[in-house]
């Protein structure tokens, strides 16, 4: 069964940094795409990051370039989230997401909390 | 950036109702639209993919429609498990842009 686990979350203060990591399983890791998603309390969905499989070219929104960095161990079926000068605005669920193809999600991690406040 | 604009934003619809969502893109974006469900406190599960290709597993009461600017989501006879809140998705090109969601809610 093809599964993903974060890990990570927590609460960190304004300017602080945060590591998340998904844990992947049950499907060859390396060959696909992977993707963050993070959903503020009570909003909607926002796509914050994406990897792709053989040549790890990242991609980033624009409210978190130059702040959050991507990238995945191949040797351990990992992927992370960097993510460093927190904001109050990046307080969500961060999921991390399998790219089927085509840039469509079709596994999603339970996702892990990430507070962001003094 | 690729904007996406759902509506309506909330539903209210009874078991064995159809229903349709609509999600429009700012600019042509092909046929890269994806469809997600949401309960909460849960993960999203993808339901359609490529605009009307269904995910593997998922009831063939949901379809997808559409190309270019404007998209649909339907359902053809509404089941108890099916009121969760739906968005779309562009996956034309980064930054990958969802809709603001539709809650759809028991009448």
């Known amino acids: 069964e093809e599964q993903l686990l974060e890990s990570g979350g927590g609460l960190v203060q304004p300017g602080g940094s945060l590591r998340l990591s998904c844990a992947a399983s049950g499907f060859t890791f390396s060959s696909y795409a992977m993707s963050w998603v993070r959903q503020a309390p009570g909003k909607g969905l926002e796509w914050v990051s994406a990897?792709?499989?053989?040549?790890?070219?990242?991609y980033y929104a624009d409210s978190v370039k130059g702040r959050f960095t991507i990238s995945r161990d191949m040797s351990k079926n990992t992927l992370h989230l960097q993510m460093n000068s927190l904001r109050a605005e990046d307080t969500a669920v961060y999921y991390c997401?399998?790219?089927?193809?085509?840039?469509?999600?079709?596994?999603w991690g339970q996702g892990t909390m990430v507070t962001v406040s003094s | 950036d690729i904007q996406m604009t759902q509506s309506p934003s909330s539903l209210s619809a009874s078991v064995g109702d159809r229903v349709t969502i609509t999600c429009r893109a700012s600019?042509?974006?092909?046929?890269?639209l994806n469809w997600y469900q949401q309960k909460p406190g849960k993960a999203p599960k993808l339901l359609i993919y490529a605009a009307s290709s269904l995910q593997s597993g998922v009831p063939s009461r949901f379809s997808g429609s559409g190309s270019g600017t404007d998209f649909t989501l339907t359902i053809s006879r509404l089941q108890p498990e099916d009121f969760a809140t739906y968005s779309c998705q562009q996956s034309y090109s980064p930054p990958y842009t969802f809709g603001r969601g539709t809650k759809l809610e028991i009448k």
């Open positions: 600019q042509n974006i092909g046929n890269y």
């Open positions: 997401a399998k790219d089927r193809s085509l840039n469509a999600f079709d596994i």
């Open positions: 990897i792709t499989g053989g040549d790890a070219h990242t």
